[in-house]
């Protein structure tokens, strides 16, 4: 193991001792008012990058910003196999910069693009991209992969499938916190979009969770259908307005298992991947907390699902 692995693997664990964690989030969700949570906020490693004024959008914003940042720090210690690592965990925030300009391109308003920097996967030719189907033609050359005319309203998905797959081929060590999160791609398609799974999305799942759930077409057949390691994240879950359970029961599992990875003696590699994973989850354990700050007690049971 190299020393940019061990040197790695020491500023993973770094950032991981500047989350909030699930005490702190449960706090930030109970706060009395903005003020209160953007002071808690300031405490974890998201403090850097909290706006002036306190918004619900603004906390989020900044966790996500952090986060990013984290990724963006870790890739200038890891060695060249690591950067192909950390660019693929960063992939969701140029998906995120692709949503955004897809929606520029039919006319509504998108925010600022994240900066990725030498992260960016394809996102320097794809923002060139002037009109919808310039863009898919773009997309066609990156490894994000085709969209067919028809699956345009499907682009979301397509594109978090297409990240899921990248990290399991280029991360091993997460492939099945992966295969869980693709679970749940294939559960929204199956019950909330009430339609057939698109050729795309199958393709890009099928080296994830096989074939057999393909013709699921409600949560019990899919559920049977999927791979036995990836079976538990829906059990029980009984249609589309549970999913938010399996969504937070993911999270909590990946929490437990990263944590163990980190505590096992792994190899450096699968520390630093140990620690994305649990950045990744304090990060969106934080913004369901400040959603939460809006929703009330309906939010809040988010995080104690997946406390």
Do not use: K
């Not at 682009?155 to 492939?175: G, N, S, V």
């Not at 700050?293 to 309906?298: D, N, V």
């Amino acid at each position: 193991m190299s020393i940019a692995w061990v040197a790695a693997a020491v500023r993973t664990r770094a950032l991981v001792s500047g989350r909030a964690g699930a005490a702190g989030a449960a706090r930030l969700a109970a706060a009395g008012s903005l003020e209160q949570a953007r002071e808690l906020v300031a405490r974890w490693s998201y403090g850097a990058r909290l706006p002036e004024s306190a918004t619900v959008t603004g906390l989020q914003l900044a966790t996500r910003e952090t986060l990013l940042w984290q990724l963006r720090v870790l890739a200038g210690w890891a060695p060249a196999g690591g950067t192909r690592i950390l660019r693929a965990a960063a992939a969701p925030f140029e998906r995120d910069n692709i949503l955004g300009l897809a929606r520029e391109l039919r006319g509504d308003r998108a925010g600022p693009a994240h900066d990725l920097g030498s992260l960016a996967t394809s996102w320097g030719a794809l923002r060139r991209a002037a009109s919808p189907e310039d863009l898919r033609a773009a997309l066609a050359r990156t490894p994000w992969g085709a969209v067919e005319p028809e699956e345009e309203d499907r682009l979301a998905e397509l594109l978090e499938a297409a990240w899921l797959l990248r990290y399991a081929q280029t991360a091993p060590a997460a492939r099945v916190w992966v295969s869980r999160r693709a679970a749940l791609v294939a559960a929204r398609a199956v019950v909330v979009d009430g339609d057939s799974p698109s050729a795309g999305l199958t393709r890009r799942l099928r080296p994830l969770l096989g074939r057999a759930w393909e013709e699921a077409r409600d949560l019990p057949a899919l559920t049977a259908a999927l791979p036995p390691h990836v079976r538990p994240i829906l059990a029980g879950i009984d249609g589309a307005e549970d999913l938010w359970r399996a969504e937070a029961r993911d999270r909590a599992l990946t929490e437990a298992e990263a944590t163990a990875l980190m505590r096992s003696g792994a190899p450096r590699q699968e520390v630093v991947v140990a620690g994305l994973a649990l950045l990744e989850v304090d990060a969106w354990r934080v913004q369901a907390a400040a959603a939460a700050l809006e929703a009330g007690p309906a939010a809040r049971e988010v995080l104690d699902a997946a406390a």
